[in-house]
């Protein structure tokens, strides 16, 4: 339905604006849109998406989406004065530079529209043909356009579709956890203007501030899958431990046993900083392109996955394959040293006292207690392994994230994802799988669909904190996933919390 030639008529008669007549060079602009038009007719939404109820035929849709080219109206519901609401940015009446937010609208083809309301003033555009024409008297402020663009990375999910204080839906633009958003406009404090990255549309959508959204999680908060799981409890509850680096096979016992003696999870202990938090409750969390100096420190590397994945499998290889540039963090631990052990290689062995300060001191990433002893992964042992030059590759529960996103350690998270049941049961045929019960038993078929729910949780939770994710399905082909995104990390540009660069708030 997109008839070259009816766009041509169209732009002929574009709106014009007192005797200012468009620009020979919003032909090119049109042309653009047409093609973007052509991509996403289904999804390009802006104010003229209110015509589109009230038209039947689908070219004559198309072709009056085009032409308000990204603007809302509305009636002052006092004066009944029709006003551009909104122009959205990157649409044509934006590129053309003659609408503004605020402009009244007196006529259209030369009839008032004053008292009219919006659908109306719209059923006139689009009975209109051939030259449409606006009466347009301009705003006497017109706002200065000092906007600066701004990155963030969505910390949570948003549907205009679903959103009935939206202004305009068809304005709106969704977007989920994770995705990179460039807001292009933040002059009204309500509503943002943004568009996705890798942006495929000139046209940005209507997003809710920092503010209002954090406003309508308030309002959902039992919507929200995400909550923060971080806490802080006495060193007395030596009840459910955790165990933590190097050692998940006893993390996993003891989190399985306290999962059925039904306790709650707070298993969990992790280091809390101050921007860590923060960024838990911001909904957008601001980015910059960051690209690490090859003379400075490596990024820490972090793998999640649920427990069984093969996130310890994967990183003894990685440090096996090259152990000069790969290594893992030493534990400590109050448990005392067995014969064959010495201290700062197994585990830094510390009495309890010194193990208390260190926690009382917020110097672990993440730390719990498992059959009486503690154990914790310290950041001073990760920044000895980053200081002496090497890339530290850890894994951590996902709680402890936040605990490693920080501007010194600049953690790179990894997601080990299972792949499907089948593929699950074909190449973990010797696998070994460690459970409550069993210490390396062969993996069962309800491991594996443990293992997807698990799986499915973690992404429902953290999805927004993960920079990659590899499907750990053939070990082989696992590795040299591994081994990719960890260069990526130390010397490719990534997005990164903008706190990290300029710290505001930093420990
Ligand atoms: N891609 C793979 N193909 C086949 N076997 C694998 C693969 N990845 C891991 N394994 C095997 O699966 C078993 C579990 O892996 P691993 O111990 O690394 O799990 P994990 O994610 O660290 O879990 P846990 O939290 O229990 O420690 C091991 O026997 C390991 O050798």
Known sequence: GLGSSSFQDFYNGFPTKGSTVFNPSLRQILSDVVEEVKHSIDKEINGAELLYSL?????????????????????????????????????????????????????????????????????????????????????????????????????????????????????????????????????????????????????????????????????????????????????????????????????????????????????????????????????YEEVVRYQRNPQDKHRLVALVGPSGVGVNELRRRLIEINPVTFQGAVAHTTRAARSYEESGKEYHFINRELFENMVYSNRFLEYGAYKGHFYGTSLDAVKDVLNSGRICVIDIEPHAIQSVRTHELKAYIIYVKPPTAERMKETRKDAQITTNYYVNRPFKEEDFQEMEEAARKMESQYCQFFDSVMVNDGLQDSCVQLLRAVRRAQDEPQWVPANWIRPTEEF
């Open 55 to 283: 038209l039947n035929a689908p070219w004559l849709k198309s072709l009056l989406k085009v032409s308000l080219g990204g603007a809302t109206i509305k009636r002052n519901g006092i004066t009944g004065e029709i006003f551009v609401a909104r122009v959205i940015h990157g649409g044509l009446a934006d590129r053309s530079g003659l609408l503004h937010a605020g402009d009244r609208i007196t006529e259209v083809n030369g009839y008032s529209v004053d008292g009219l309301e919006p659908e109306q003033v719209i059923e006139r555009l689009a009975r209109s043909q051939g030259t449409l024409m606006f009466k347009v008297v301009p705003i006497t402020d017109r706002p200065v356009n000092n906007q600066t663009i701004l990155y963030v990375r969505a910390m949570a999910d948003y549907s205009p579709q679903q959103d009935p204080a939206i202004p305009c839906a068809e304005a709106g633009m969704d977007f989920r956890k994770g995705d990179l958003l460039e807001i292009v406009d933040q002059s009204d404090t309500l509503w943002w203007q943004a568009k996705k990255l890798p942006s495929t549309s000139a046209c940005a959508g209507l997003i809710p501030s920092t503010n209002l959204l954090r406003r309508k999680q308030k309002e959902f908060w039992w919507s929200q899958p995400y909550q923060p799981h971080t806490f802080f409890v006495t060193l007395h509850d030596q009840k459910y431990g955790i165990y933590l680096t190097g050692f998940r096979r006893s993390l996993r016992l003891c989190r399985r046993q306290s999962l059925s003696t039904g306790s709650s999870q707070q298993s969990f202990h992790t280091r809390c900083s101050g921007s860590g938090y923060g960024a838990l409750n911001n909904p």
